[in-house]
């Protein structure tokens, strides 16, 4: 583990992070940013799966917002490997930031379940309809984790390595 | 108004926030989500009268607005928490200031877009969505709520006016 946060901390990206003014300022914005679009196209979604919005809100809009959410997902992928590439050692080893990468392993197991186990039964349900049980867990479950992603994100800075 | 503003920090609230590790960190997880109901849905918002999923019908907008709503009060709450806490280093702090400005203009945006587009709209008048001014406050909101969080973030770099923070 010591050869790869040296590594990291090697590599350009990290001495962008660590010389570049305001480099991890912009970082953050973006990252925020892009949780925005993630999670307020998550929001949409999960609550129509949860049978919220069913007659305003199509089913099948779900699909239409996706390109937006998988958009946010990876501008936060690019920002979140940019902070552990220039601060690896203080985040490996704290165990919010543990806690958030098995939140968002856990919320993209979940979409892998939506996507091979209930999209094509979706797909062929009317605009309207109501959605199975399994279905709305996986919703519940997407919603949950993302939230949790984004406090135990929020609190990684002030929770501090060991 | 220092002295009101040392009021604020010396108060059962102030001193809860700085004092309470627990009491901070539920604020700023609170601040978070409420920040992504907000932002996040206002962008699917500003993104349907972009275009975008067009099968989210002019009915829902209102509703989305509203739940947004909720994400602001949440945000309102925690926020102000948070300011009476360090409610000096906050105050005196430019960037900071451009936060509480963009809010309120997000909020006003917000509220014109409700009036003039969305609840038209869902009244029957589906012409609203399609409209220039439609795609012109959708950009404008969405600018806006972005410029919120930049000066969010950036309270921490930079703005603090000297010898205040």
């Known amino acids: ?162 | 108004m220092s002295t009101f503003l040392d009021s604020l920090e010396s108060s059962a609230i102030g001193t809860w926030v700085t004092q309470s590790p627990a009491g901070f960190y539920i604020l700023l997880a609170f601040h978070a989500v409420g920040m992504a109901m907000v932002v996040g849905v206002m962008m699917v918002v500003s993104l349907r009268l972009l275009g975008v999923a067009r099968n989210i019908s002019a009915s829902a907008l209102p509703k989305l607005v509203n739940f947004s709503w909720v994400g602001f009060f949440i945000n309102a709450v925690s926020g102000i928490c948070l300011f009476i806490g360090e409610a000096n280093k906050m105050f005196n702090n430019w960037s900071f200031r451009w936060k509480i400005f963009f809010v309120a203009v997000g909020m006003i945006s917000t509220y014109i877009m409700s009036r003039t587009i969305l609840k038209p709209a869902a009244a029957g008048d589906i012409s609203k969505l399609n409209s220039q001014s439609a795609k012109f406050q959708a950009i404008f909101l969405m600018l806006v709520w972005v410029g919120v969080i930049c000066a969010g973030r950036w309270i921490a770099y930079i703005g603090q006016i000297e010898g205040t923070g």
């Open chain 1, 1 to 162: 583990m010591e050869n790869f946060i040296a590594w990291m901390a090697g590599t350009w990206v990290a001495h962008i992070m660590r010389d570049v003014r305001f480099a991890w300022a912009w970082c953050e914005t973006f990252h925020f940013i892009g949780l925005c679009m993630l999670c307020g196209t998550i929001i949409v979604m999960d609550a129509r799966l949860l049978g919220f919005f069913r007659k305003s809100i199509s089913l099948h809009a779900v699909h239409a917002l996706t390109p937006y959410a998988i958009i946010g997902f990876l501008l936060n992928l690019t920002t979140g490997l940019a902070f552990i590439a220039r601060d690896a050692d203080n985040y490996f080893p704290n165990p919010d930031f543990q806690f958030k990468i098995l939140f968002i392993l856990l919320a993209g197991l979940n979409f892998l379940v939506f996507w091979f186990v209930f999209r094509k039964q979706i797909e062929k349900l009317p605009d309207d309809a109501d959605v199975g049980i399994g279905a709305k867990l996986v919703g519940l479950s997407s919603i949950t984790l993302w939230c949790l992603v984004i406090v135990t994100g929020r609190l990684i800075p002030v929770w501090g390595s060991g």
